[in-house]
């Protein structure tokens, strides 16, 4: 097990570029089970969530290597899924990304549940309920899951809620197949449209149109080199920080076009921000964005919604970043009821921060925080704690960090050369 420790309370300066999108990666890498061929995808994030994924594609036969940094090639035959490591389906929850890319495949599954971040219930039911719709019958147990073909597809189907994963679970079910088949109710964020992006580019057939989206099954996909965008959760946690830490940095390779409703509150923060376009990559604008220091104001209201609304990875980093703003903040994370854990850390280092209930707080500031033990309980909410160590007058002690290996690559010599003093010791 390993820890940071960090000496916060001084400006950052320079550069820190943004990697690939965790949630786009881990998508494609469940995709791969629906191809016949070769793979390439660039900008690949190196981080454990995608080792995971790829540790699983291996097991069922999947060959994989890494050509260079961040550049991953996948080559697909058969796949056996006798040989399925269960092990790490347990602990992984992007793992459930495989469901709907072996039923593509098999007419019956078995599989452990999920595992990942516990940060509340986090039940399958839109998922579950899609594949019911999708023709499959499902036995929910103790034991793990269940699932069989007993029909056809329905020609329209309603997801139960907007949830990116169910979503992208659907679409991998149901795009190579003898079927057509409409999602309503479906979430059409950046991880959504990187799939069908990537699938499209591979000879698909998906049409998205808000959150209607149209899937014409086709009976083969040929091989693909494809770019994963930037991170836009990265981009809004590395905004914070600079903001938070009353920082001049660059934020560079960052993809805008996720981000809007974020730029929006981080404009009525009175973030000091200069956004630079450098062109594009398959479609989606890029930008440099330098951060300056500046005199915060607190946001009245952040509150999680679906695409274009405000991701709810971000609550948590911009939650720190009110700690430092005049005035009083209140978060409504609607989504999960137990992501407020990191409050108490922040509380503990000096924050004037209120647990309302399992869903909301209240955070007055600017407030003084000062370091102090701390432990992580997820992967945004290691991030967060992290930014609040910066923050922080004095020392701080960051517990369980492979929580934030999940999801940052490299995080702490990145950090270290914008002037960051942290290191990793063993404990």
């Given at each position: 097990m390993e820890k940071f420790i960090i000496h916060g309370g001084k400006p950052l300066a320079g550069e820190i570029e943004v990697k690939g999108a965790k949630n786009s990666a881990t998508a494609l890498i469940a995709a791969s089970l629906l191809f016949d061929g070769e793979i390439i995808l660039n900008n690949v994030p190196e981080i454990e969530d995608v080792k995971r994924m790829i540790e699983i594609v291996n097991s069922l036969g999947i060959k994989t290597e890494w050509l260079e940094k961040n550049k991953l090639y996948l080559k697909v035959s058969d796949i056996n899924p006798a040989d399925l490591k269960q092990e790490v389906i347990c602990k992984l929850r992007s793992s459930v990304l495989f469901i709907g890319s072996l039923l593509s495949r098999l007419s019956e599954l078995s599989l452990p549940h999920p595992g990942g971040c516990q940060i509340g219930a986090r039940p399958l039911d839109a998922h579950l309920m899609g594949f019911e719709k999708c023709g499959f019958s499902v036995e929910n147990s103790e034991s793990g899951l269940y699932f069989k073909r007993i029909g056809s597809p329905h020609k329209e189907i309603l997801l139960s809620e907007i949830s990116p994963t169910a979503t992208v679970n659907l679409i991998l079910a149901l795009c190579k197949s003898d079927y057509k088949a409409v999602l309503y109710g479906a979430d059409y964020g950046y991880s959504v449209q990187?799939?069908?992006?990537?699938?499209?580019?591979?000879?698909?057939?998906?049409?998205?149109?808000?959150?209607?989206?149209?899937?014409?099954?086709?009976?083969?996909?040929?091989?693909?080199?494809?770019?994963?965008?930037?991170?836009?959760?990265?981009?809004?946690?590395?905004?914070?920080?600079?903001?938070?830490?009353?920082?001049?940095?660059?934020?560079?390779?960052?993809?805008?076009?996720?981000f809007a409703q974020e730029l929006e509150k981080l404009k009525m923060a009175q973030v000091g921000m200069e956004i630079i376009p450098r062109g594009q990559i398959q479609g989606k604008n890029l930008s440099d964005i330098i951060v300056k220091p500046s005199k915060l104001r607190a946001v009245k209201k952040l509150n999680d919604m679906p695409y274009p609304g405000f991701m709810s990875d971000l609550l948590s980093p911009f939650a720190v970043l009110m700690t430092q703003a005049e005035g009083t903040t209140l978060i409504h994370d609607w989504m999960y009821e137990g992501r407020t854990k990191y409050v108490n850390e922040l509380i503990k280092m000096g924050a004037n921060a209120t647990i309302c209930d399992p869903h909301r707080v209240i955070i007055v500031g600017p407030t003084k925080l000062y370091g102090q033990e701390m432990e992580i309980t997820d992967l945004r909410a290691g991030a967060t704690l992290v930014i609040a160590g910066l923050v922080a007058e004095g020392e701080s002690r960051i517990s369980n960090v492979y929580q934030i290996d999940r999801g940052y690559e490299s995080i702490e010599s990145r950090l270290k050369k914008i002037g960051a003093d942290i290191k990793k010791v063993k404990i």
């Amino acid at each position: 097990m390993e820890k940071f420790i960090i000496h916060g309370g001084k400006p950052l300066a320079g550069e820190i570029e943004v990697k690939g999108a965790k949630n786009s990666a881990t998508a494609l890498i469940a995709a791969s089970l629906l191809f016949d061929g070769e793979i390439i995808l660039n900008n690949v994030p190196e981080i454990e969530d995608v080792k995971r994924m790829i540790e699983i594609v291996n097991s069922l036969g999947i060959k994989t290597e890494w050509l260079e940094k961040n550049k991953l090639y996948l080559k697909v035959s058969d796949i056996n899924p006798a040989d399925l490591k269960q092990e790490v389906i347990c602990k992984l929850r992007s793992s459930v990304l495989f469901i709907g890319s072996l039923l593509s495949r098999l007419s019956e599954l078995s599989l452990p549940h999920p595992g990942g971040c516990q940060i509340g219930a986090r039940p399958l039911d839109a998922h579950l309920m899609g594949f019911e719709k999708c023709g499959f019958s499902v036995e929910n147990s103790e034991s793990g899951l269940y699932f069989k073909r007993i029909g056809s597809p329905h020609k329209e189907i309603l997801l139960s809620e907007i949830s990116p994963t169910a979503t992208v679970n659907l679409i991998l079910a149901l795009c190579k197949s003898d079927y057509k088949a409409v999602l309503y109710g479906a979430d059409y964020g950046y991880s959504v449209q990187e799939l069908a992006g990537f699938l499209n580019q591979a000879g698909a057939k998906i049409k998205i149109s808000g959150h209607t989206i149209e899937i014409e099954g086709v009976k083969k996909l040929h091989s693909v080199e494809y770019t994963v965008m930037p991170d836009p959760i990265e981009t809004g946690t590395f905004v914070c920080l600079a903001a938070a830490t009353g920082s001049e940095l660059i934020i560079k390779n960052s993809s805008t076009d996720f981000f809007a409703q974020e730029l929006e509150k981080l404009k009525m923060a009175q973030v000091g921000m200069e956004i630079i376009p450098r062109g594009q990559i398959q479609g989606k604008n890029l930008s440099d964005i330098i951060v300056k220091p500046s005199k915060l104001r607190a946001v009245k209201k952040l509150n999680d919604m679906p695409y274009p609304g405000f991701m709810s990875d971000l609550l948590s980093p911009f939650a720190v970043l009110m700690t430092q703003a005049e005035g009083t903040t209140l978060i409504h994370d609607w989504m999960y009821e137990g992501r407020t854990k990191y409050v108490n850390e922040l509380i503990k280092m000096g924050a004037n921060a209120t647990i309302c209930d399992p869903h909301r707080v209240i955070i007055v500031g600017p407030t003084k925080l000062y370091g102090q033990e701390m432990e992580i309980t997820d992967l945004r909410a290691g991030a967060t704690l992290v930014i609040a160590g910066l923050v922080a007058e004095g020392e701080s002690r960051i517990s369980n960090v492979y929580q934030i290996d999940r999801g940052y690559e490299s995080i702490e010599s990145r950090l270290k050369k914008i002037g960051a003093d942290i290191k990793k010791v063993k404990i």
